[in-house]
T-cell receptor, first 119, second 112 residues
Framework: EPEVTQTPSHQVTQMGQEVILRCVPISNHLYFYWYRQILGQKVEFLVSFYNNEISEKSEIFDDQFSVERPDGSNFTLKIRSTKLEDSAMYFC?????????????????FGAGTRLSVL | SQQGEEDPQALSIQEGENATMNCSYKTSINNLQWYRQNSGRGLVHLILIRSNEREKHSGRLRVTLDTSKKSSSLLITASRAADTASYFCATILLSNTGKLIFGQGTTLQVKP
């Protein structure tokens, strides 16, 4: 069964360093997302991406964050200068359905996540 | 108040019993989805119910949606130890955006 894959599973970095989290969405999906979950808290939306541009972003997704689809398969989240409070589990998701056929059918499939630890 | 609040926050039952989790939301939705998360792992999609649907079944799962009360429930029948996980409801709003808004989740423990 097709699945969303994320690498690495765990990333440890020093405060102020740049990190890139990688995701390979399901191949025929057109919509891509990043979410994060701080330990013990709810899953929070960061950004959605369609047709090579950001569709929507949350308040969390400030100038330190960026997303890119560098080729036909990868979808990356970059944090330019990490802060302690960026420590969280980051989830990538993808969906086949979207605005064209209505969000009512939008099922998002999630990867296993990357645990980011900022020291 | 937040979109997507589950209760109870924690539930502990014996194997074979049924588990019911509830979710309430504030803003009109396109659909409501339930996800499962095993400890420290990713989110697994369980079931989606659209705003014009009232009930859906999938195996041992039964989901109801009451849009007048802005609430949903997830029933797991004949629970198993392997059902031990956190369960989250997530909504897609009627405002035509694809972002999922998650609740805090219910932690279910099924004792063998």
């Amino acid at each position: 069964e097709p699945e969303v894959t994320q690498t690495p599973s765990h990333q440890v970095t020093q405060m102020g360093q740049e990190v890139i989290l990688r995701c390979v969405p399901i191949s025929n999906h057109l919509y891509f997302y990043w979410y994060r979950q701080i330990l013990g808290q709810k899953v929070e939306f960061l950004v959605s991406f369609y047709n090579n541009e950001i569709s929507e972003k949350s308040e969390i997704f400030d100038d330190q964050f960026s997303v890119e689809r560098p080729d036909g398969s990868n979808f990356t989240l970059k944090i330019r200068s990490t802060k302690l409070e960026d420590s969280a589990m980051y989830f990538c998701a993808s969906s086949e359905a979207g605005r064209q056929i209505g969000w009512a059918k939008n099922i998002q499939y999630f990867g296993a996540g990357t645990r980011l630890s900022v020291l | 108040s937040q979109q997507g609040e589950e209760d109870p926050q924690a539930l502990s039952i014996q194997e074979g019993e049924n588990a019911t989790m509830n979710c309430s939301y504030k803003t009109s939705i396109n659909n409501l989805q339930w996800y499962r998360q095993n400890s420290g792992r990713g989110l697994v999609h369980l079931i989606l119910i659209r705003s014009n649907e009232r009930e859906k079944h999938s195996g041992r799962l039964r989901v109801t949606l009451d849009t007048s009360k802005k609430s949903s429930s997830l029933l797991i029948t004949a629970s198993r130890a392997a059902d031990t996980a956190s369960y989250f409801c997530a909504t897609i709003l009627l405002s035509n955006t694809g972002k999922l808004i998650f609740g805090q989740g219910t932690t279910l423990q099924v004792k063998p």
